[in-house]
């Protein structure tokens, strides 16, 4: 695949998950009459914290780096 496509893959991938994650959190952070549920935000904070981090790690997991430096020359 060429850059521009990754680009535009990762772009709409992002769009999806973003759209996801606006539309559910609401419906769990909140009473239906719009009152906040404080039991529920700390949980879900933590669950996002959680997610966030595991999927940094999966990230970091799943990149290879093609770019070596070099070495500098012993004297």
Avoid: H, W
């Avoid at 759209?19 to 669950?47: E, H, T």
């Avoid at 966030?52 to 012993?74: H, V």
């Amino acid at each position: 695949m060429e850059r521009s496509q990754l680009s535009t893959c990762r772009s709409i991938g992002a769009f999806i998950v973003n759209i996801a994650i606006m539309v559910i959190l609401p419906m769990l952070c909140f009473y239906s009459d719009n009152r906040l549920l404080g039991s529920r935000l700390f949980k879900i904070a933590l669950i996002m914290g959680v997610a966030g981090y595991f999927s940094f790690l999966i990230l970091l997991k799943g990149t290879t780096q093609r770019f070596k430096a070099d070495q500098p020359e012993a004297k």
